[in-house]
């Protein structure tokens, strides 16, 4: 029963032509607790893939219209589904054939007829392999958006306990970005974590938690009496350095310059730092979606002040 419970919210998509396989596969997986979607073309295949987001494909090689490699590239350098593990079937048993499949950018090659039971083990090995890669974010390598729903879900449910979230939010990054190259923008991503890190060890509790929520935007967990001193030694370290990502041109002028869609010129400062609080020191907190709620407020806030700015939501109800 507890394997059944593992699997049963794993969605796999079969794709293969031919009905007699995808009915045996579909038998296999269903036994095992997964769910199971068909598509015996690549049209129909991609209708389920855009409306469902499976999280496994099994693709076979050889389909009536596209080829599974052509379908597999289609799939790589779509934004929407590049992240999608996919295991390649094919009868054949070539080398060249496997390899192709791996270029094209499977994650792995079954060759029918295959075992059950090494099919059964490839999945969990993928899907596995899927939700660690979910779990942190592949940029700073700090726990993403599943672990830190999990410690906040964690945090509101501690009777008597009191926490702070802390939201940082980069202001004017997306500029920074279009002006110097996303290489650049993960260098101050990089750099930001770094020093989050830094302050929330020094100057929180050994136990405090990180996160890197995606993007420009990290989060990170302390008590209420720890925050005055991560936040303003935070935001001292960011602003002292931060004109140093910047061209000598740019560091002296205060503000780069880039266009709208529109065509005109427009000026963005130097990057600062928005940083939302919450807490339930002063009132309660019932669920993970009233931190949301309640951080988008203050960010919003914080954003129409001048400069790097952290804010305490200090309402009592």
Request: negative net charge; aromatic residues 8%.
């Amino acid at each position: 029963m507890k394997k059944l419970e593992e699997t049963k919210h794993y969605k796999i998509l079969i794709v293969d032509d031919d009905r007699l396989i995808r009915t045996v596969i579909r038998e296999i997986l269903e036994k095992s607790g997964y769910r199971v979607m068909e598509a015996g073309d690549f049209a129909s295949a991609m209708e389920i893939i855009y409306q469902v987001t499976p999280d496994l494909i099994l693709l076979d090689v050889v389909l009536p219209d596209l080829d599974g490699y052509e379908i597999c590239r289609v799939l790589r350098n779509d934004t929407r589904t590049s992240h999608i593990p996919i295991i390649m079937l094919t009868s054949r048993k070539d080398t060249e054939d496997k390899v192709a499949g791996l270029e094209a950018g499977a994650d792995d090659y079954i060759t029918k007829p295959f075992e059950e039971a090494e099919l059964l083990a490839r999945i969990k090995t993928h899907l596995r392999r899927a939700k660690q890669e979910k779990s942190f974010n592949p940029l700073t390598g700090l726990p993403g958006n599943i672990l830190i729903e999990e410690q906040i879900k964690h945090e509101v449910s501690r009777k008597d306990h009191k926490f702070a979230v802390m939201y940082v939010d980069l202001d004017n990054f997306k500029a920074y970005n279009d002006v110097y190259g996303f290489l650049k923008g993960d260098e101050v991503i990089k750099f930001l974590a770094y020093i989050l890190e830094q302050c929330v060890r020094e100057y929180g509790n050994p136990h405090d938690f990180i996160g890197h929520i995606g993007g420009d935007d990290f989060i990170a967990i302390t008590t209420p009496d720890k925050v005055d001193a991560i936040c303003s030694n935070l935001i001292n370290r960011f602003d002292s350095a931060i004109p140093f990502f910047y061209s000598e041109e740019d560091r002296k002028r205060g503000y780069i310059i880039t266009k709208d869609r529109m065509n005109r010129e427009m000026k963005f400062p130097i990057m600062t730092l928005s940083i939302a609080v919450v807490s339930n020191e002063r009132r309660p907190i019932e669920n993970h979606w009233q931190v949301a709620e309640i951080a988008a407020e203050l960010k919003k806030y914080a954003k129409t002040i001048e400069g790097s700015v952290y804010v305490k939501d200090r309402r009592t109800k």
